[in-house]
């Protein structure tokens, strides 16, 4: 994607700006949940240490059991009617816990369905968004689109916790998750005015039958497989993953019990490494019309084992240490958004419509199992090394994502949209081949 100098900005798009502003909402509302949910299984039902566990698990296994499917599924039909129906279940299930409270009802066992639930229509919107949101502003400004998204969750993610914190102090956990569900109404309605997108195309024009669920499901696969630069992007993705995983599972732990700091230095610390991922989100589009997309996809996945190295070394509680926690968390976190950025909105330009929610999904997919492997890998290494070499291990780790990168054919690509010229010329090609055979030389991204 080249740059957008002399473009209007997307925000004077209706389209997008209602877009924007509704997932904005859902976002926000999203992170009082985030913390509003496990309180009100700890706080109000009492939950134990293995309840909050399964809690936690089932907003993510859906991922794993179903976004293969649910991409393939996406591949055949419209994505527009596909997210209005998922925030409109997760109102309906997110409203059940504050009736379900004030009638007196509620349980563990209520809280989980509601949480495998949300998770599951998660999965639904988060990859139908990405399969329409090309075809509702096109492919050159994706790069813009992307980043402005990103800035939202960013930020959302700095000010939403707290906010949460605040207001659960004034209400209570149950009364903050109805927010969230009014939230995921709202942007359902606001969804129902975008424009209504087209059902991708699998050869129906010639008279084709839809392939099976299982081939559809491997094409997407094999997409990822062959693709030089897409395959290179979801292997550093999940090893990223894997060694953030590891070391946020001992991040709070150490910076309490090895540092010493209290509960109000790591909010700082936090807080800080969240402004760094705005920031991040912020200046993706220039960096990568300065230096090339590429590069910076190199430099951006270094960055968090740099962060995790200087956090690795701070010892005593002291305001000295807390500078270089939050400058080493800013550092970490300033590159994640950069990559999700860069990489989504390339995936985006390169695969054509009618492959967009099987390679969304089978890159998630690879992506976030890793998060679970490091979530494990890192209380075996606490168990094992300590935290303060988890810390380090981990932060070491991290660099392998960025060696990948830079061994991969990425490193040479200058502007995305070098891929998306090589997906134009040979559109011309036989048209009775599979998706997987013309992507894998349609696609093939620069040698």
């Given at each position: ?32 949940t ?29 991922f794993?059991?179903f ?15 596909v ?14 816990i ?143 993953n ?18 010493g ?77 950069i ?26 997919t ?14 075996a ?19 392998l ?47």
């Open positions: 994607m080249t740059a957008t100098a002399g473009k209007s900005s997307l925000f004077r798009q209706g389209n997008f700006l209602l877009l924007w502003t509704s997932r904005s909402m859902s976002l926000f509302g999203t992170q009082l985030y913390v509003a949910l496990p309180l009100t299984a700890v706080v109000i039902l009492h939950a134990s240490p293995f309840q909050s566990g399964i809690l936690g698990a089932l907003t993510t296994l859906p794993l059991l976004g293969l499917g649910v991409g393939a599924l996406l591949d055949r039909r419209k994505r527009r009617p997210l209005i129906a998922a925030d409109a279940v997760r109102a309906v299930a997110l409203a059940w504050p009736i379900a409270y004030g009638l007196d009802v509620l349980s563990i066992p209520q809280l989980f369905a509601v949480a495998f639930v949300v998770g599951t229509m998660s999965v639904l919107f988060d990859l139908a968004f990405q399969s329409y949101l090309p075809t509702m502003i096109g492919r050159p400004r994706l790069m813009e689109a992307n980043a402005k998204m990103q800035v939202s969750e960013s930020m959302a993610e700095v000010v939403g916790p707290g906010a949460a914190g605040a207001l659960i102090g004034l209400l209570s956990a149950p009364l903050v998750i109805a927010a969230d569900a009014v939230s995921y109404l709202l942007s359902s309605v606001a969804v129902l005015k975008l424009p209504a997108d087209e059902s991708p195309t699998w050869g129906q024009e010639r008279g084709d039958a839809a392939p099976s669920l299982w081939t559809s499901i491997r094409e997407g696969i094999d997409v990822v497989r062959h693709h030089p630069i897409l395959r290179w992007c979801t292997a550093a993705a999940a090893l990223a894997l060694f953030e995983s590891a070391l946020l599972a001992v991040f709070f732990l150490f910076l309490i019990r090895n540092v700091l209290g509960s109000t230095e790591v909010g700082l610390i936090v807080a800080v490494g969240g402004v760094g991922a705005v920031v991040g989100a912020m200046f993706v589009e220039r960096l990568t019309r300065l230096l090339g997309a590429g590069p910076v996809l190199v430099a951006a996945m270094a960055l968090p084992g740099v962060g995790y190295l200087i956090l690795g070394s701070v010892h005593g509680a002291s305001a000295w240490t807390v500078g270089v926690a939050a400058t080493a968390n800013f550092i970490a976190l300033f590159g994640l958004p990559f999700n950025v860069t990489v989504i909105s390339f995936r985006q330009v390169v695969t054509p419509d009618r492959l967009l929610g099987r390679v969304n999904a089978t890159v998630r690879f992506a976030w199992s890793a998060l679970s492997l490091g979530s494990l890998m890192g209380g290494l606490g168990s094992t090394l300590g935290l303060r070499g988890t810390v380090l291990v981990s932060a070491c780790g991290g660099f994502a960025s060696l990948l990168l830079f061994f991969s054919p990425l490193r040479s690509v200058r502007q995305l949209n070098e891929a998306e010229a090589a997906d134009t010329e040979s559109s011309t090609d036989s048209a009775h081949r599979t998706d997987t055979e013309e992507l894998s030389e349609s696609l093939g991204g620069p040698r």
